[in-house]
């Protein structure tokens, strides 16, 4: 059974940083796609980065620049580095293992991310 596990969410002022961890259980690293994505109240999901097995890396425009992926494959986990965070940051945080072999989707619970001063 595969498990994802988020953490690290909370508050943070504009400007400031903060650094979000996902661990994956239940699966092999080498198979997934490890993806950060976020979504507010009444809008869509979106992708805001992710990372593959040997380090690739992809970024939405928004967040370039500001925050940072990164893996950990002896550990099944990925990283989300957030700096200078801005308020339209706020929003719930979600880690996805995708499966690259057959596209299916693991979700983690979400963590909330909160941008104000």
């Known amino acids: 059974q595969v498990q994802v596990v988020e953490s690290g969410g909370g508050l943070a002022q504009p400007g400031g940083s903060l650094r979000l961890s996902c661990v994956v259980s239940?699966?092999?690293?080498?198979?997934?796609?490890m993806e950060w994505f976020r979504q507010t109240t009444g809008n869509e999901r979106e992708l805001v980065a992710n990372i593959n097995f040997i380090g690739a890396k992809n970024y939405a425009d928004s967040v370039k620049g500001r925050f940072t992926v990164s893996r950990d494959n002896a550990k099944n986990t990925v990283y989300l580095q957030m700096n200078s965070l801005k308020p339209e940051d706020t929003a719930v945080y979600y880690c996805?293992?995708?499966?690259?072999?057959?596209?299916?989707?693991?979700w983690g619970q979400g963590t909330q991310v909160t941008v104000s001063s």
């Open positions: 239940g699966i092999i690293s080498s198979s997934i796609i």
């Open positions: 996805n293992a995708r499966n690259r072999y057959n596209a299916r989707n693991y």
